[in-house]
């Protein structure tokens, strides 16, 4: 996942936790970067039609924005499900988060073919959770 | 969330290398799959039987050279019975519907492994990190790897041309 999408995945999340735009203060908090980087790329993705950013208030995704943000959020769900369970990864949020970067989108559609997940995705992503509201963890022995 | 794009520790190319050796069970599970459905039928084109046997004993190579290194790093690989059954529980719902379907799908394997172990060779390239196996052994496989599966990627495409 390219870090144009992390940017529209974290904006769509914040969004939804705050039911409004996303401010470039949680957007940091989130992407752990400098809120000077996230005005650089909120930006950039304004110029690309992708987002609409208002002074004091933060940004919002555009229509084609949600598409992209919502391709990049089952690409999440998919790495962190199968890391959950497959390779039961106790900290599979944290790693998913460290992998999106290098795991691109078609390989996670080949891991796609092996892992369970709802038609909704990614309606039923818990934003606060920051997992599928249906993930289930099983208790085993991890593949570390 | 991390944006950066470089793998830094031990842990973190472990968990890389047990993804491609998953990507490698997907491919020799569902090529395998593949050879079961036209089992019974008349008509199968040798071609197409032949790239998915050569396809299914080159990822369990390819595997094997992948868990060797991620033994090394302490590390375990998902047995390939356990994928087996997860491609089996899903195999019905994603299996291509006709020998096109199929050659297509074979390519988007060849591709998406290709496009793994290519980016996976670029994070370790961008990382001044030491590992504590030999990092030129781990880029020297991950690469002979990845040019195999360019080479997989020529030889679906080939048979795609021949029947088209």
Redesign the interface.
């Given at each position: 996942m390219n870090?144009a999408d992390?940017y529209l995945k974290?904006i769509y999340l914040v969004q939804r936790m705050e039911d409004g735009p996303a401010a470039t203060g949680a957007l940091a908090d989130?992407?752990?970067?400098s809120p000077a980087s996230v005005n650089e790329m909120v930006g950039k993705l304004q110029d690309r039609g992708l987002v609409d950013h208002e002074k004091y208030k933060g940004a919002t995704l555009t229509d084609d924005g949600i598409v992209r943000a919502e391709d990049a959020l089952q690409t999440y769900c998919i790495i962190e499900r199968?890391l959950a369970n497959?390779?039961e990864?106790e900290d599979y949020r944290g790693?998913a988060?460290?992998?999106?970067?290098?795991?691109?989108d078609?390989?996670a559609?080949?891991?796609d073919?092996?892992?369970?997940r709802r038609e909704e995705c990614p309606d039923c992503f818990d934003a606060e959770a920051d997992q599928c509201c249906y993930l289930e963890v099983a208790a085993g022995e991890s593949?570390? | 969330m991390s944006l950066g794009q470089r793998v830094a520790t031990d842990h973190q190319l472990a968990r890389l290398l047990q993804i491609g050796a998953v990507l490698e069970e997907v491919v020799e599970s569902r090529a395998y799959h593949h050879l079961d459905s036209f089992e019974d039928e008349e008509g199968v084109d040798e071609d197409v039987r032949d790239l998915l046997e050569h396809a299914a004993e080159e990822s369990a190579e390819h595997r094997s050279r992948l868990e060797a290194l991620i033994e090394d790093l302490d590390a375990e690989t998902v047995p390939y019975e356990e994928i087996n059954k997860l491609v089996e529980a899903q195999y019905a719902q994603t299996k291509p519907e006709d020998f096109d379907g199929l050659l297509y799908d074979q390519l988007c394997n060849e591709e998406t492994a290709y496009k793994f172990y290519d980016d996976l060779v670029e994070a370790i390239e961008a990382s001044e990190s030491e590992f504590s196996i030999d990092r030129e052994l781990v880029l020297d496989t991950l690469r002979q790897i990845r040019e195999e599966e360019a080479e997989g990627v020529e030889e679906v495409t080939e048979v795609m041309e021949r029947r088209a």
């Open positions: 870090t992390q974290a989130m992407l752990d970067v199968f497959v390779l990864v790693e988060s460290a992998l999106e970067a290098v795991i691109d078609t390989v559609e080949r891991l073919t092996i892992i369970d593949a570390d | -």
